[in-house]
């Protein structure tokens, strides 16, 4: 079991930065592939970067690609996502995710992630 929290979240000025972090709970923060996510009024859900278990791989939404930074300590059970250069459309909840994911493969799919944090409102002012 795991328990995840984010923090972080705020109010900013279209091109602004934010930090993001996940604290999660359990003595295994090592062996998930971590994810976040983002979900904006009206819309669906969507996945906007992920890392492998020692943080040696990322991945990341095109639409984010080159603005945000994800990053990871193992041995704090810590998980940060590095906005920066945000903009208006970037405004949604904001969600951390932990996938046991064998393969240590980094996942877009909502569905294959098995924890969830309460999410934390990011907001975008132009």
């Known amino acids: 079991q795991v328990q995840l929290v984010e923090s972080g979240g705020g109010l900013v000025q279209a091109g602004g930065s934010l930090r993001l972090s996940c604290a999660a709970s359990g003595r295994t923060f090592s062996a998930y592939v971590m994810g976040w996510f983002r979900q904006a009024p009206g819309q669906e859900r969507e996945f906007v970067g992920g890392?492998?278990?020692?943080?040696?791989?990322?991945g990341y939404a095109d639409s984010v690609k080159g603005r945000f930074t994800i990053s990871r300590d193992n041995a704090k059970n810590t998980v940060d996502l590095q906005m920066n250069s945000l903009k208006p459309e970037d405004t949604a909840v904001y969600y951390c995710?932990?996938?046991?994911?064998?393969?240590?493969?980094?996942?877009?799919?909502?569905?294959?992630?098995?924890?969830w944090g309460q999410g934390t409102q990011v907001t975008i002012s132009s």
């Open positions: 890392i492998s278990w020692y943080g040696r791989r990322t």
């Open positions: 995710a932990a996938d046991r994911a064998p393969s240590n493969t980094i996942t877009k799919n909502q569905n294959d992630y098995d924890y």
